[in-house]
């Protein structure tokens, strides 16, 4: 300890001590030191102790303003301030209204905390996580904890990593049956294409490998040209979906970039590991498994040895043994990208931060060169700090915001971000959507927010036309497997900038289809598909479906002679004073007897006798036929009778009767069996009817054939 005064004696090599010299100078000490630190913490340079000594404190002063203090006795008063500060009440020593651990127990009743989760670790100068590192030129991955310590809560207990621990022997990546082919013409190698499989879109794949084949329903890891990613396999679909693209950093710490993709690209697959730290027994180290942690209330159902499972009910992770799943001391830290000899990738999963949605920055056109937020006192949270601008407006100007190697070209989408540390940025990098764990759009590489985004003309000037803005308002719920939180989407029309959501931004549907509610109750949209052509989108029994135009879908005289187009009625679909026509179903008679080919019903409206033409006509010119086989009886005969009202009209129209005593077939066209007759107004039932009568011969395996034939019943 120093103190602000001088001895009084110093004593030389075998000088006498004497009682005199030393009273002199504790005396010194005392009295300079104060006495009221030393001798009695109540009093004042020795005088009798007092409660308004005892409340004596003294201001510290602030950063950049401090009051030094001289004596002891300033020290004790200026530590008795701060702790009146903290307090929150006048003097030091009053009891607090609520304790520090009251306060803890308090906070961890209002937000969930889990109890194995990463504090704190290596990170790169923009402060990524960088604290797992991949070997690239070896089947081994490295937890770097010596420059910087590792530091996370396993089961609730802190654990402190302080020297790297490598874990080797991973599992390298299949060689066999191991790729596919992109299977999408669209893709040309175009700026989009960079993020094709994210956000809601996917990449569509074939030639696809029994390796990859087997992933059906799991996420894997895939490299495509120089760019490692993870995406969820869908097999039925032929695709690859839930993509995270550049999916991490390579062992020189830089990030493995986003590639650009064209149809027929080739997808190679790789082996994806799933790294934790541990400490077992008291003993740090890292482990890594294959399968995807499953993070529930019920562990699998089928597990394999070594996978983990976070048991949400008790709040830890176990292992399975074979036997059971055992807890573990374990906590989730990232996952590895291998391919079939080097661990190439690694990713360092997030802090665990009070990441929050807030963000209330709308970002608008300013100049060619500037946009800005278009209000004052615009708020933000990025990677778990709140940066309020109050009356400020945030402008991102291209010549002085770009981020490191950003070049300003023609044609291009560029992005706006504010940074963990509150500064502005613009990046030709889209982000990536961390709604499920950082609540917001987020840069693939840095924890950096994005707030909008601008394109450039071809004079690469920002265009007002090509601004746009990202606005959260979500809910929140716990994301254990990510170390971080969940939402719930819920963006009120208010933040959805007019035309904002074009046809790109919505969600892929099946071919030859419409979005629709198809019931009559409200109800979410479903996909409505077209089954084969011809069929048109019409209600029918109080649902939407696509259907064949019947009867029912016309009203009556809804065909008006107006609708029709000069020329297209022909002479079967003449429009006489009053017709009607019926297809007859293609069929046989065979042996004598009667068969009816077809009855329609009709009335006739106008005053007096009506002449009405009852024919029998080629539906398909040309192949319209009946035919009539005698089978050798030259005596059998075949008739086609027209019956009004159940009288026969001509008992033998057009009859056909064999002769010669072969056999022969006699052809008629449709046409040949037509009838004239007066008919009175009103309801009236015309037939028609085929028949085989035997002659002396008999009329066995005697046949009538009629195909492609129509009835027709027609004023004139």
Request: charged residues 15%; contains cysteine; glycine residues 8%.
């Amino acid at each position: 300890m120093a103190f602000n005064f001088s001895r009084i004696k110093n004593w030389l090599g075998y000088e006498n001590i004497t009682s005199q010299d030393l009273n002199i100078e504790f005396n010194n000490i005392v009295q300079k030191a104060g006495a009221d630190t030393l001798s009695s913490s109540n009093s004042t340079n020795g005088t009798a102790p007092t409660v308004a000594a005892m409340q004596t404190q003294l201001s510290p002063g602030g950063l950049g303003t401090e009051v030094l203090a001289l004596t002891t006795q300033q020290d004790i008063q200026q530590l008795r301030y701060q702790l009146a500060a903290i307090t929150g009440n006048p003097f030091w020593y009053e009891s607090p209204a609520s304790t520090i651990l009251a306060i803890n127990n308090e906070l961890l009743s209002l937000f969930t905390v889990p109890t194995s989760r990463i504090v704190s670790g290596r990170v790169d100068g923009n402060g990524e996580p960088m604290f797992l590192t991949p070997a690239g030129v070896a089947d081994s991955i490295t937890l770097k904890a010596t420059a910087t310590d590792f530091i996370a809560y396993i089961n609730g207990v802190e654990r402190i990593y302080t020297a790297d621990i490598t874990l080797s022997g991973i599992t390298l990546a299949t060689a066999i049956a191991n790729t596919a082919l992109v299977n999408d013409a669209a893709l040309v190698g175009q700026e989009s294409s960079a993020s094709q499989g994210e956000y809601g879109t996917f990449l569509n794949i074939d030639t696809i490998g029994a390796s990859i084949t087997v992933l059906d329903g799991r996420y894997a890891a895939f490299l495509i040209g120089t760019e490692y990613f993870i995406a969820e396999v869908d097999i039925a679909n032929n695709r690859l979906k839930n993509a995270i693209r550049g999916a991490g950093f390579n062992q020189t710490d830089t990030w493995n970039a986003r590639a650009v993709i064209s149809n027929n690209d080739t997808i190679t697959l790789m082996n994806l590991a799933w790294v934790f730290a541990t400490y077992n027994g008291g003993i740090p180290g890292i482990d890594a498994i294959y399968n995807k942690p499953s993070v529930a209330v019920v562990q699998p159902a089928t597990p394999s040895i070594g996978d983990y499972w976070y048991d949400i009910v008790n709040q830890t992770w176990k292992k399975y043994n074979g036997v059971t799943f055992a807890g573990v001391e374990a906590v989730m830290i990232g996952y590895a990208i291998v391919d079939t000899a080097n661990v190439k990738i690694a990713r360092s999963f997030d802090f665990f931060k009070p990441y929050n949605q807030l963000n209330t920055i709308e970002v608008e056109f300013l100049s060619t060169t500037q946009v800005r937020a278009n209000r004052m006192g615009a708020e933000i949270s990025v990677y778990g700090i709140t940066y309020p601008f109050q009356t400020t407006q945030p402008i991102w100007n291209v010549t002085t915001t770009l981020d490191s190697g950003v070049v300003l070209t023609a044609n291009f989408t560029y992005y706006c971000y504010v940074t963990n540390t509150g500064d502005l940025k613009t990046s030709d990098i889209s982000p990536r959507e961390r709604k499920f764990d950082l609540l917001g759009q987020y840069h693939p590489a840095k924890p950096w927010r994005c707030v909008g985004s601008f394109a450039t003309d071809a004079g690469s000037l920002i265009t007002s036309s090509g601004v746009s803005f990202s606005l959260y308002h979500q809910s929140v719920l716990p994301d254990l497997l990510f170390q971080g939180t969940n939402i719930s989407n819920s963006i009120p029309g208010s933040a959805l900038k007019d035309l904002g959501v074009t046809n790109a931004k919505l969600n892929t549907m099946p071919a030859v289809s419409v979005k629709a509610n198809a019931t009559v109750a409200t109800a979410s949209p479903t996909d409505l598909s077209a089954a084969a052509d011809g069929l048109v989108l019409k209600r029918q029994a109080g649902v939407l479906l696509f259907d064949s135009i019947g009867s029912d879908s016309i009203n009556n005289s809804a065909i008006t002679t107006a609708a029709i187009a000069d020329g297209a009625v022909t002479e079967i679909k003449l429009a006489a004073t009053n017709y009607i026509s019926q297809n007859i179903i293609d069929n046989n008679l065979t042996g004598a007897g009667t068969f009816t080919l077809s009855t329609i019903p009709l009335t006739i409206e106008n005053t007096g006798n009506r002449f009405v033409e009852i024919t029998l006509l080629p539906r398909v010119p040309g192949i319209s036929f009946i035919d009539f086989f005698s089978n050798g009886h030259n005596t059998a005969k075949m008739s086609i009778q027209f019956i009004l009202d159940g009288s026969t009209l001509l008992a033998d129209q057009q009859s056909i009767v064999a002769s010669g005593g072969t056999a022969f077939d006699q052809y008629l066209p449709p046409s040949a069996f037509r009838h004239l007759v007066a008919v009175s107004p009103g309801a009236h039932t015309f037939t028609a009817i085929a028949s085989i009568v035997a002659g002396g011969g008999g009329a066995a395996g005697a046949q009538i054939v009629w195909q492609n034939v129509l009835f027709l019943i027609r004023e004139t």
